[in-house]
Structure formats: C-alpha cells, structure tokens
C-alpha cells in the first residue's frame, strides 16, 4: 500500500543521506533548507570525499551545510596578517570574501579553538578566524557522525533542529489507514477466508482414486401415485390380470404351456393344442393370478376352431372376464395381450390390430387336425405359451384368444419367438364354439358343400370340375348347390372381400356360424353373378379334416 512506502530517508540512512521530507536531496541553498526543514529529523549532511570537492571560491552556495567554506589543506597567510570572516560571510564561500592560498598560515586551532567563534550558535560579530593554524584532516567518505576534530559551524544554523537554530516543531501525529482502506482491507481477509475454507473442504472431501464420494447423495425417490387411468394400458392391465390363468399340463411323455381367461361359470377357454396332451388320461394344474393352483378337467375340444374349454376344481374368487364383438374390430385399434409366455405369468404386452380376416393355420401342419382360421392380426408381442390367453381392447373386453405366431424359423428342439406378427381366433367365433362345447361336448363345422381345384392359378378360387376319391364338385342339395353354383364357377368375392386363395375361403366359412348368410359374388363363362349363401354344418365325422 503506498501509506507503508519507504522513505528516502531509510532508504539511504546508512549512507547519511538526509530524509525524504528534503526535496532537494540536501543541496539546496541554506534558506532554502531552513524553509523546509519541517521535518523530525535532523538533516544529516551530504560529505564529498576529500580531494574531489571544488576549491572554496569555485563551490555553490547550496552544497549542503551552510557553508564554512572549504577548508584550504593548510592554513596560509601569516599569523600577524588574520582574515577576519564576519557572521555575514560564514554562509560564504570563503575567507572574507578570497581564498587563502594553500601552503600558507600557521598552526589549526583546533576544533575548539577561539578561532571558530561560539558552537552554541550565537552570533559574534568580532570573532575572527586567522588563517595562522594547520587545516583540519578532510572528513572521510559517507563519514556517520562528526568524529574527532570537527565542530560544527559558527553561530550554527538558523533552521529548526540545527545548531543554533529554534527547537524541532514536534512531529505530527502519525495517522492511521483510512476507512476505505479497512474495508478493502476486510474485504480481501473474508475473501481469502473463504477461498481457504473451501479448499480445505475439498481436500477433506474430494473422492479417491477409487471413484467413492462419501458425500454423494441421488436424493429420495419423488412421490407419486399408482393409480392409473382405467383406459391406459396400466389400467386395463389391472382390471384383466385377475380372470387370466396359467395351465401346466402333462400327457404321458410330453407336456405343454400355455395360457386362458375365465368366463361364465366357473369356465376356462383355451386353445385346443395346449390341453390335447391331457386327453385321455394326463393332467392339467392351473394357476390363477394369486398365485394359487387347483387341478381342473377337459369339458370339450375342437381342433378345427383349435379352441377348448376346461373346469377348475376352484376358482379361489377371481373374477370373469368380459367378452366383446370382433366384429367390431378395425385395423389400427390398440390391443393389449396377457398370458404366460415361457412360463413367465401375468405377463402383458401391447400393441394394434394389424390386418382382420387373416388365413391362418391354426394346429400343426402335419396333423389330421391342422385347421384354418381368419384370425385377427397384431404386433403386440405374442410367445409360446400365449397361447389361448385373451387380446383385449381398451375397454379390458376381450376381441380374440392368441393363437398362433408367424416365424422366419424354428430352431432345432426349439420354436421361434415372436417378430411382431402375432394372430387371435375372433372372439364371436371363440364364443359360439365354447358355448356348444360347455352344452353338447362339440362344436359344428360351417360348410358350403364345394370341393376346391388345387391347381388352379388364377385370380379368385375356382370350384372343382371332376369328383375326387368319391366327393362330389358341389354337394348336391348342398348350400352352394341351393344357391345355384356349379362345378368350374369362380368365386371371386365373399362379402365384398376379394379371395387371393383357396385357404382364405376356407378360413371365412369357418368363422361363420350355421345359417349365416354370405353374398359371395362369382364368375361363369366370363360373367360375374352374385348369389346369396345359407351357412350349413357338416355332419359329424370321426375325425374331422379342413374342407
């Protein structure tokens, strides 16, 4: 701060140089010095090393101390000729008014000899310096102090604190910082406190080499509520859960997978290929979403709709589902699955509708009970063991029972999972054949009474010219045959929907009930027609196969 600057005094104190308050370093004139000599301290002269100062008559009148003029290396003149040096002239540069040329004089009186007039400082207007006495020895270089055999001037010097002069005005007191210095001052002592504290806190602190921060914190979980919309995915998922169950069944050598939902009483619908190992003798445990178990009893089957519907022994309270109207399905609908794929329970996927009326093979192709069915497609994730669980609406009402899932192939010993192409028998199909197996034990087969040409690659599905291993191209008195179609026609349409295959027609018979009536419009000898269809049911055979 420069209230703390060094003096010039200190700085050069030990040169004896004289202080600071001094502005002209000490070589000014005598008055002037005498003007501004306010200072403390008494000014210390400036000595100039002996043989380098001018001669007495060539010397300043400002050169430091008020000038005794130059003492000549002896003192010349003779004894009985003094020159006589008036108080007027001790400020001079010389011996009343000439030099006294060198080698001449007598003896040096000395320092305190009568010659040099009084050392208190008064003013003696007669006394006389002769010029009879040796020189004094020159001072020595940056000399501290007078030393032996020098006096100070006569009559002194007239500024305050200096011989002969008044005493030293006392020294001003010494003031303080000021107020703004404080602050600032305060300011930077806070600052760097805190600057200080905060690194020792992160010293305490900071994490190791290891990566552990005992201080780091994520916080506590925020609050919320579980209560869902009932129309979200979280709110049908809720209400549905409780009526889907897990079945476990085991046939002999083999065992199966799979999933159902309870309906009206006390009944389970599931897909006929997850239970066909428990006829005649296996058994079958169900488990409902509370994690309870009972056995449970086929009531009927139908491969061909690949639908079935079983008994618990118990059913523990859980609640029955809500059956809705596929007929009320359109593409693009969001869809919700449940079931147990790879025997994980309750599990719950989401998705849309993706196409209606899609053939599909519902069994095994292989088997004599392979079956097709214009199922409900979708992308919500379906999986082995999905398998005759309920898809739902929005609404929890279920539209479709999965079934069957389209693979890119199956592993060895295994099957694939899902790609997002997902398929569900219609539930107004599902409906009437669980309700004819709780009633009958069986369910009727939709027919129209034709037999399909497998060869033919054109658009539409053409009926069969030639009878093959004893069937007739069209039933005669059939259902086709009351409509008026004939063998070779080509069916191009069944209500407004163009066939791209013989499969497709199968699928749509199936799905339609007995009596139902279809508008399937055809083609003969190059001309379109329509014809109205009743829906019939084929007799009962033992082991029925797909039409």
């Not at 001669?55 to 005794?68: C, F, K, T, V």
């Not at 040096?108 to 003013?123: C, F, L, M, V």
């Not at 739902?392 to 997002?420: F, K, P, Y």
Request: net charge negative; no cysteine; hydrophobic share 30%.
């Amino acid at each position: 701060m420069t209230d703390d600057a060094r003096t010039s005094h200190e700085a050069n104190d030990a040169e004896g140089r004289t202080p600071s308050d001094f502005t002209d370093g000490g070589h000014g004139t005598p008055e002037s010095r005498r003007a501004d000599s306010s200072g403390p301290e008494f000014s210390r002269p400036e000595f100039l090393p002996a043989g380098e100062g001018p001669l007495p008559a060539e010397r300043p009148r400002d050169d430091g101390w008020s000038q005794l003029g130059a003492p000549p290396a002896r003192w010349g003149g003779r004894q009985d000729q003094p020159e006589l040096i008036s108080h007027d002239d001790r400020y001079g540069g010389g011996y009343g008014g000439r030099d006294v040329p060198p080698g001449e004089g007598g003896q040096d009186p000395g320092p305190t000899g009568e010659h040099w007039g009084d050392p208190s400082g008064r003013p003696r207007h007669d006394t006389a310096v002769f010029a009879s006495q040796p020189a004094p020895p020159p001072p020595p270089a940056q000399a501290f102090g007078m030393g032996p055999g020098w006096a100070p001037p006569p009559g002194g010097l007239a500024g305050p604190g200096t011989f002969g002069g008044p005493p030293p005005a006392p020294a001003p007191p010494r003031r303080g910082p000021r107020t703004p210095t404080l602050v600032i001052l305060a300011l930077v002592i806070a600052l760097l406190a805190s600057g200080l504290g905060s690194v020792g806190t992160y010293l305490l602190t900071k994490p190791s080499g290891t990566g552990r921060d005992p201080s780091f914190s994520l916080g506590g979980a925020p609050t919320g509520s579980n209560v869902r919309p009932p129309d979200s995915v979280a709110g049908v998922a809720s209400k549905v859960l409780p009526s889907v169950v897990s079945l476990a069944v085991e046939g002999g050598a083999s065992s199966s997978t799979g999933s159902g939902f309870l309906i009206k009483g006390g009944y389970v619908v599931t897909n006929n290929h997850v239970v066909a190992n428990a006829e005649p003798s296996g058994q079958i445990q169900i488990q409902f979403n509370n994690r309870k178990s009972t056995s449970a009893t086929v009531v009927g089957t139908d491969p061909e709709s690949d639908l079935a519907v079983v008994k618990p022994a118990e059913t523990f309270g859980a609640p029955e589902i809500t059956l809705g109207n596929s007929d009320n399905v359109v593409v693009g609908d969001p869809v919700i699955a449940i079931g147990s794929p790879l025997g994980l329970t309750g599990t719950v996927t989401s998705g849309i509708v993706s196409s209606l009326n899609r053939p599909v093979q519902a069994g095994e192709e292989n088997s004599s009970e392979a079956t097709w069915l214009s199922a409900v497609q979708t992308d919500a994730a379906i999986n082995p063991g999905n398998s005759g669980g309920p898809l739902v609406n929005v609404n929890g009402e279920v539209i479709g029972v999965n079934s069957a899932i389209a693979t890119l192939g199956r592993s060895v010993g295994g099957q694939s999972g899902s790609i997002g192409l997902g398929f569900a028998i219609p539930v107004n199909h599902a409906r009437r054949v669980a309700q004819e197996l709780i009633t009958t034990g069986k369910a009727k087969k939709s027919r129209i009474g034709v037999a399909i040409d497998p060869t033919y690659q054109g658009v539409g599905v053409r009926i069969a010219t030639e009878s093959r291993q004893g069937t007739q191209p069209v039933e005669p008195n059939g259902p086709a045959a009351q409509a008026g179609l004939k063998p070779g026609d080509v069916i191009l349409e069944v209500e407004g929907v163009v066939l791209q295959d013989g499969n497709e027609l199968i699928a749509m018979i199936r799905n339609r009930a007995p009596g139902e009536k279809l508008s399937i419009k055809y083609q003969r000898g190059g001309q379109e027609n329509t014809a109205m269809v009743t829906v019939g049911a084929a007799p009962d055979l033992p082991s029925p196969k797909p039409s």
